[in-house]
RNA sequence: CGGGGUGUAGCGCAGUCUGGUAGCGCGCCUGGUUUGGGACCAGGAUGCCGUAGGUUCGAAUCCUAUCACCCCGACCA
C-alpha cells in the first residue's frame, strides 16, 4: 500500500481527550478516529491490525475444532425475555423498537441466540458436541467508556458457545479453549498471564481470565512467584494463618481525638496498622452487618457476598453506620454490636487488637474474639495483596500486576440450557439439557493491549504477527528519478515476495518521514536514500531493538523475507 | 448515577474575570528555495466561538436551559 493513495493521518499532537498511550497513539498514528463516546471508526492501518489479530483468531479457533457463525447483532427481546435477562441485565443493554413497536436489542453478547439456534436444530446426543464461534461487533452501554478501544461500547468480539453431552466432555472443551486461547495470546505477542476468576453473574464452577500484564490495566491480579497459580484479586484466595493463643490483658478504652481513619489511628496511638481491625458496616441484601478485616486490608465484597449467599453488598451509608454502632464514622468496633459480625481469618488468628469504640473519638485495646464479642461467622473476607502466602504451593508469596483482561472462558453448566429447554435426547432415551461452556476473545481490546505493552516514546512497537504491515519503505528523496526507480523496484519485488509493505513515497522530507515510521510502529523499515544508492544498499533498521543495517539492495527482500517470515507465526507455545 | 472539568479553524490552545467587528502554533493550499530525524521565505484559505433562549445599542465574553465530551468514583461476561 502506498501511503500516497491511502489514509494515514497522522498528529504531531496528542487529542486532548486521550490520556493512556495505546488511545493516544492509535489516533496519533492514523490507525482510529472517535465517532461518539466509546464508538470509534477504524481507519486503514487500524482495521488491518484488527483483521490480523481476527485471522489468529480463526486460525487457531478452526485448528481447535470449531466452526465459525455469523449471528445477528439485532436481537428480538422475547429472547431475553425468555432468559430473564431483559430484566437483570440492566441499563448496559441497548434497547430500541422497530417501526412496528416490536422490542429489540443490539446484542452485547450472544448466549440467547445460540441457544434458541442449537435447541432448533440440535436433538440428538449424535450431534454433540459442537462448539460455534463468531467475531462479531457488541454494544454494551457502558456507563464510562474510557481509555479508547480499552473499554468501548462498540467493539469487536470473539465469542465462542459450546454445547455438550455430560460435564466431562464440556470440560475437556474447556481445556481446550483454555489451550487454544494460550496459543492466540502467544502469537499476537502479547505477555498474558491465565488467572482465575470471578464467575460474576454468568455463574458457574470454573473461570479464567486471561490478562495482558500492562501498568495502564483497569485489573489487579495477584499472581504467584513459585507456583503457577495467579487471580484476580477478587478471587483470589488467601491461605489461613495460624491462631496466636488469646490474649489476657483487660479490655480498655483509649481516647483518640479525630483520629478515624486507619492511618490517623496507627499515627495517634503509634501501632501498626496490623494490630487495628476495621469494622466495616455492610448491607447484605438490606440488613446491616459488621465485616472485620485487619487494618491493612481490604476487604473483598465479592467473598462475602457468596459467603453468606447474598444477592447485594453494599458499604452502608454515614447514616446507617450511626445507627447501627451509635458513632459517628470512623470508630466502629466489633464489642457491644447487635447487628451480626463477620470476622476474617486473619482477624480470628489475631491474640487482640484494636478497634473502634461505637463512640466518638475512642477506640478499645485487648479486644478479644470470644471474649469480648461473638463471631457470626469466620471466613476469608478479605481482598488479596501482594506479599500473601501463597494458598496453592504453601511456598511461593504473591506479586501483585495490573491486568487488561483479553480473555475469558467459562464452564457454563446448564444455566442457560435449562430454563431456555435446551434439550437433547441422550443414547440413553432420555432428553437432557446440553452441558455448556462460553468463551470470549476482546479482539479490538488486543490491539490496545499490544500497544500498552509495546510502545516507546517515538510511537506504537508492533510484534511482527499483528503489525498492520511488515515493513515500511520509505523514499528519502521523492524527485530524485534514481531513487524514486530503486523504491519503485523494491515495493514490487517485496509485494511479489509476499511481504506486507507500506510504501511511503510521498514528496516530504526524510525527517517526517523517519518521525511517521516511528509513530507508526511496523516492525522493520527500510529507507533508501541518494547516499544509500550511490553505495548500492538500503538501510534497514528494526523498530524493536533500533538496529540499523546497511543490506545491499540486491540481496534486501530475501533478507528481509526470511527474517519476517521466522517471526510471522510469532512465540505459539 | 455522584463529584470535578472542558466545548473557540482539521489538531493543540489563548481570548471569557473587566461585553466593542475572532487570535496564536501546527496542519492545509499556491509559488520559490530546500532535502538523512517533524526545513525556510512569501502569499492564501478555513469559524453560526457546542446548541437554544434571554439581558444589552452591541455577547465567544453576562444570565437561563440544554447537548456533547473528558477525568475520578460507583457500575461491569
Known sequence: MKVSSTLIPTLKEAPAEAEIPSHILMVRGGYLRKVAAGVYS????????????????????????????????????????ESGRWD???????????????????????????VDLVRGDVKSYRQLPLNLYQIQTKFRDELRPRAGLMRGREFIMKDAYSFHTNEEDAKREYKNMFDTYCRIFARCGLAFRAVEADTGAIGGSLSHEFQVLAETGEDAIVACDNCDYAANVEEANVRKVDAAAPGTEALSEVSTPRARTIEEVTKFLNVDAKQLVKTLICLVDGKPVAVLVRGDREMNEIKVKRALGAQEVVLANDRTVDEVTHAPVGFAGPVGLQVPVHVDHEVAALASFIAGANKADAHVKNVVLGRDFKAASIGDFRQAAAGDHCPRCDKG???????????????????????????????????????????????????????????????????????????????????????????????????????????????????????????????YRMAIGKKGLAEGIVEVKARKSAEVLKVPLAEAVAWIKSRVETERLGSAK
Open 42 to 81: 477504524f481507519l486503514p492501518l487500524g482495521w488491518r491490525v484488527v483483521q490480523k489479530i481476527s485471522r489468529i483468531v480463526r486460525e487457531e479457533m478452526n485448528r481447535a475444532g470449531a466452526s465459525e457463525v455469523f449471528l445477528p447483532a439485532v436481537i428480538p427481546a422475547e429472547l431475553w425475555k
Open 397 to 523: 508469596t504473591f506479586k501483585g500486576f495490573r491486568g487488561i483482561e483479553v480473555g475469558h472462558v467459562f464452564f457454563l453448566g446448564t444455566k442457560y440450557s435449562a430454563p431456555m429447554k435446551c434439550n437433547f435426547l441422550d443414547a440413553d432415551g432420555r432428553e437432557k439439557p446440553a452441558v455448556m461452556g462460553c468463551y470470549g476473545i476482546g479482539v479490538t481490546r488486543i490491539a490496545a493491549a499490544a500497544i500498552e505493552q509495546n510502545h516507546d516514546a517515538d510511537g506504537i512497537v508492533w510484534p511482527v504477527p499483528i503489525a498492520p504491515f511488515e515493513v515500511h519503505l520509505l523514499s528519502l528523496a521523492a524527485n530524485d528519478p534514481a531513487v524514486v526507480d530503486a523504491c519503485n523496484d523494491l515495493y514490487k519485488q517485496l509485494n511479489d515476495a509476499g511481504v506486507e509493505v507500506l510504501y511511503d513515497d510521498r514528496d516530504e522530507r526524510p525527517g517526517s518521514k523517519f518521525k511517521d515510521s516511528d509513530l507508526i510502529g511496523l516492525p
Open 88 to 114: 437483570h441485565y440492566g441499563a448496559q443493554l441497548l434497547r430500541f423498537k422497530d417501526r412496528k413497536h416490536g422490542e429489540f436489542v443490539i446484542g452485547p453478547t450472544h448466549e440467547e441466540v445460540i
